[in-house]
C-alpha cells in the first residue's frame, strides 16, 4: 500500500504525462494537485464539471472561480472562464 504521500506524487506524474502543456492542468500541479483532486477539492462528483466549465460548455458560478484561483492561482478572468456568473 502507498503512503499518502507518495500516491499524490504518482497521481501528480500520471497528470503531467496525461496533459503535460495544459494551462489549467499546469497550474494545477504547480499548486500540489491533479485536476481529479482539485474537483475533489471542490467538491465537485467529477473532474469533468471542471472541464464543462473550462470550455465554456456550462456556466461556472463565480464562488467557484474564486475559490480557484485561491488554491492554484488561476485567475478569475473571461478569458481563463468563457462563462462565469455574473457577481
Not at 500500500?1 to 502543456?21: C, D, F, G, Y
Not at 494545477?28 to 481529479?36: D, K
Request: glycine residues 6%.
Amino acid at each position: 500500500m502507498l503512503s499518502p504521500a507518495v500516491r499524490k506524487r504518482k497521481n501528480l506524474n500520471i497528470s503531467e504525462t496525461q496533459a503535460p502543456e495544459d494551462p489549467f492542468a499546469v497550474a494545477c500541479r504547480e499548486a500540489g494537485y491533479s485536476i481529479r483532486s482539485l474537483a475533489k477539492k471542490l467538491g465537485f462528483k467529477s473532474h469533468g464539471t471542471l472541464f464543462n466549465y473550462l470550455a465554456g460548455e456550462r456556466a461556472v458560478p463565480r464562488l467557484v472561480t474564486k475559490r480557484i484561483e485561491k488554491l492554484i492561482g488561476w485567475a478569475d478572468t473571461d478569458e481563463h472562464w468563457p462563462r462565469r456568473e455574473p457577481e
